[in-house]
Nanobody, 121 residues
Framework: QVQLAESGGDLVQAGGSLRLSCAAS????????MAWYRQAPGKQRESVAT???????NYADSVKGRFTISRDNAKNSVFLQMNGLKPEDTGVYYC???????????????WGQGTQVTVSS
């Protein structure tokens, strides 16, 4: 029902910037909170930044002050501006959204396919 299309991942040098975008599409559903997760090679997946439907944002300590999450509810889109990138930021970044199907009260976490971010030293 819901599809999440991610874009913006690239290969950049340390200190560079990238802007990730995610557009949600689909009908007969309601999207609430959205978030960005990432998974580095050989490591567990972790939450990077979250944003509520009302625009309240939270960040992992490792990216606080460098990353900014935002959303456009009218377009069902979420963005992640990443500045001052470090090699440890390398990984696959996933867009996620809490979705409630129309006529259903129980939400589920929907995942995008991911976009690769590589930061060279």
């Amino acid at each position: 029902q819901v599809q999440l299309a991610e874009s913006g991942g690239d290969l950049v040098q340390a200190g560079g910037s990238l802007r990730l975008s995610c557009a949600a599409s689909g009908s007969a559903s309601s999207i609430n909170g959205m978030a960005w997760y990432r998974q580095a090679p050989g490591k567990q997946r972790e939450s990077v930044a979250t944003i509520s439907a009302g625009g309240t944002a939270n960040y992992a300590d490792s990216v606080k002050g460098r990353f900014t999450i935002s959303r456009d509810n009218a377009k069902n889109s979420v963005f992640l501006q990443m500045n001052g990138l470090k090699p440890e930021d390398t990984g696959v970044y996933y867009c996620t959204a809490w979705v409630r199907r129309l006529g259903t009260s129980v939400p589920y976490l929907h995942w995008g396919q991911g976009t690769q971010v590589t930061v060279s030293s």
